[in-house]
């Protein structure tokens, strides 16, 4: 299953009597990065956590191409990768074993070529077998971006990705995701500073209460 | 190899790795199943001679708490890092993460009664070992039983504040009659009366029984309960 856009029409979602996000639509095109900007609470992470298929919005439709979130789930899965506040990694394992094993939860081909070529855009490759829970926050950030992209994925979810870097690390992760978007990857990525992304994004668009700005 | 079984392995091997590189779940389950052997065999042994049917209760009391040690850090480690999310994320069959994770569990569980299953032979003379095959089947099913329901309420608590709380409050309720039949089948085990065997062959059927319901709804339950 592949798919050029992702689409959020009239999307809504409430927590209980809490509502995180009204009425949001907005497209976003493959080789494209989008910039979701709001305070804390402003229902970014909720957004990316429905486009991920981690939450199902409460109304509305997302549409992934011409592919609705409910069909064939795992094959649209397999097309998305995320990263998020927390980092997903197991600070126990290196970073080649990290990345080894969610290649092979993906049941990726050539899972070794991959965890070489994961290591050298991470920049580990020297640190590989340590484990992560010995590395700065900017290494396992650039880990991290490496395992969501391990398999490939058409559409990337970023959540809050610039938080806590220093400015070499931002620029590292800056020049990584346009090289994503070049390679026709849908960026959708979450910050409340906009200072980090610069002129980064293709797109801003920003979320207030669950609302979307005009 | 099917995708399922790839992915149960996958999950196994590295939730053993993690535990081989920390060895967390491993010793504090065994330390705290040999100290609840040891203060157990202290109050229930006096002049060399155990009460009648103790070894049976005592070791699997045991294996229950024990167990729910073990199965409180199985999914707090996929919490932590929040790799839990990247795992549902992936497009693997849910179902296959729940028996990944239980068979762990089933390892650790398995690693603990090689020395505690002696250990209460020992401390309370009990000839756990006669019908050996019959004591495997008892240990096999009943810590498979109670595994396999603490797996699920493990994941469903995984989002919750009080799970450390909440776990054992979920969990012995509703595992109290593999607990029973455990104990029981043991107990039968140990009598020295002809009907001590067929009544031990009875618990394990009872056992497999409910092995085989408890895990279809787990794997039936368990996609719904990770869906948020």
């Known amino acids: ?214 | 190899m099917t995708a399922f079984a790839r992915t149960v392995w996958v999950i196994t091997r590295k939730d053993l790795l993690v535990e081989a590189r920390t060895r967390e779940i491993l010793l504090t389950t065994l330390f705290f199943a040999v100290a609840c052997v040891l203060v157990f065999a202290f109050g229930f042994v006096s002049e060399g001679r155990a009460v009648s049917d103790a070894a049976a209760g005592i070791l699997w009391i045991a294996i229950a708490f024990s167990g729910t040690l073990a199965l409180g850090r199985a999914f707090e480690r996929e919490r932590q890092g929040e790799t839990l999310r990247a795992l549902l994320i992936a497009p693997i069959d849910r179902p296959a993460l729940y028996v990944g994770k239980l068979v762990g569990i089933l390892i650790l569980l398995t690693a603990v009664e090689v020395v505690v299953v002696p250990l209460v032979a020992l401390m309370f003379q009990a000839a756990l070992f006669e019908h050996a095959l019959l004591m495997l089947g008892l240990l096999a099913a009943g810590t498979v039983g109670f595994a396999a329901v603490g797996t699920l309420f493990a994941a469903m608590l995984v989002r919750a504040r009080s799970r450390d709380v909440m776990l054992p409050v979920l969990l012995y309720p509703i595992t109290v009659p593999v607990i029973i039949a455990g104990v029981r089948g043991t107990a039968a085990l140990l009598q020295t009366e002809a009907g001590g065997i067929p009544m031990a062959r009875a618990w394990l059927a009872m056992l497999v029984f409910f092995d085989v319901v408890f895990i279809t709804l787990a794997l039936w339950t368990f996609e719904p309960v990770m869906t948020e």
Do not use: C, W
């Open chain 1, 1 to 214: 299953m592949d798919f050029t856009n992702l689409q959020f029409i009239d999307v809504s979602r409430t927590f209980g009597r809490r509502r995180a996000l009204h009425r949001v639509s907005l497209t976003a095109e493959a080789g494209t990065i989008t910039a979701l900007l709001g305070h804390n609470g402003a229902g970014k992470s909720t957004l990316l956590s429905i486009a991920a298929t981690l939450l199902q919005p409460s109304s509305g439709t997302v549409h992934y191409g011409g592919h609705a979130a409910t069909n064939g789930a795992a094959a649209l899965r397999a097309r998305i990768g995320m990263l998020g506040h927390d980092l997903y990694l197991y600070p126990e394992l290196s970073a080649a074993e990290n990345l080894r094993f969610f290649a092979r939860i993906y049941a990726l081909p050539d899972v070794e070529r991959r965890v070489v070529r994961g290591l050298e855009q991470a920049g580990l490759t020297e640190r590989a077998d340590d484990p992560v829970s010995s590395y700065s926050r900017g290494m396992r950030q650039r880990l991290a971006l490496e395992r969501a992209l391990i398999h490939d994925p058409r559409l990337l979810l970023l959540d809050e990705p610039f938080t806590g870097l220093d400015e070499a690390a931002r620029e590292a992760l800056r020049d990584r995701l346009q090289t994503a978007r070049a390679a026709g990857t849908i960026v959708l990525l979450t910050t409340h500073d906009v200072a980090a992304i610069a002129n980064l994004p293709d797109r801003s668009v920003t979320l207030v209460e669950g609302r979307l700005a005009a």
